[in-house]
T-cell receptor, first 117, second 115 residues
């Protein structure tokens, strides 16, 4: 069974700093997808960034980038130039890439990120 | 941008009562999901729905739960006899027929409080 581990329950940084959130996962699959979701106080679940396991290149979305290390089964999220609006829970999630999986998301426990002014 | 719409945003119900949580997925999506998140805990998979039937359900999704797509647009989660431990945020999500690796689109959730 797949598992996703986020070892940092809470982090806080000053506005404009860079912060890295860690995520490790366990799977025997060779192809899969990884996601970071953001959940602000409104509790909406918002997709931040995604990575396909068969792609070597790390995904980037504006100030958000990932460090995907497939052999190490690590998928960290880097937020550059952090903003107050980045304050939220961040969840790492895993999805197997085939129909029989029903494309179910397996979630980490989340990291609470606080950006201080 | 297309959205998944959930109603109500917050529902308070007495223990033992039935509740129906409603979702309107994105119109061309074919995969539908319910997840729940108990306050301060992990997000948990409840059920997936494809081709007008349940494709997978978790052990949480017992006989008290049911889902249906009554009219081809709405997707509902019914809890027949609510318990205190059903208090949680319930998220509906939908995904397109191809490209689920792009991630689903989540609704804004229904906060269910059982008293």
């Amino acid at each position: 069974a797949q598992t996703v581990t986020q070892s940092q329950p809470e982090m806080s940084v000053q506005e404009a700093e860079t912060v890295t959130l860690s995520c490790t996962y366990d799977t025997s699959e060779s192809n899969y997808y990884l996601f970071w979701y953001k959940q602000p106080p409104s509790r909406q679940m918002i997709l931040v960034i995604r990575q396909e396991a068969y792609k070597q290149q790390n995904a980037t979305e504006n100030r958000f980038s990932v460090n995907f290390q497939k052999a190490a089964k690590s998928f960290s999220l880097k937020i550059s130039d952090s903003q107050l609006g980045d304050t939220a829970m961040y969840f790492c999630a895993f999805m197997k890439d085939f129909m029989d999986s029903n494309y179910q998301l397996i979630w980490g426990a989340g990291t609470k990120l606080i950006i201080k002014p | 941008e297309p959205e998944v719409t959930q109603t109500p945003s917050h529902q308070v119900t007495q223990m033992g009562q039935e509740v129906i949580l409603r979702c309107v997925p994105i119109s061309n999506h074919l995969y539908f999901y319910w997840y729940r998140q108990i306050l301060g805990q992990k997000v948990e998979f409840l059920v997936s729905f494809y081709n007008n039937e349940i494709s997978e359900k978790s052990e949480i999704f017992d006989d008290q739960f049911s889902v249906e797509r009554p009219d081809g647009s709405n997707f509902t989660l019914k809890i027949r006899s609510t318990k205190l431990e059903d208090s949680a945020m319930y998220f509906c999500a939908s995904g397109p027929p191809a490209g689920l690796g792009y991630g689903y689109t989540f609704g804004s959730g229904t906060r269910l409080t059982v008293v």
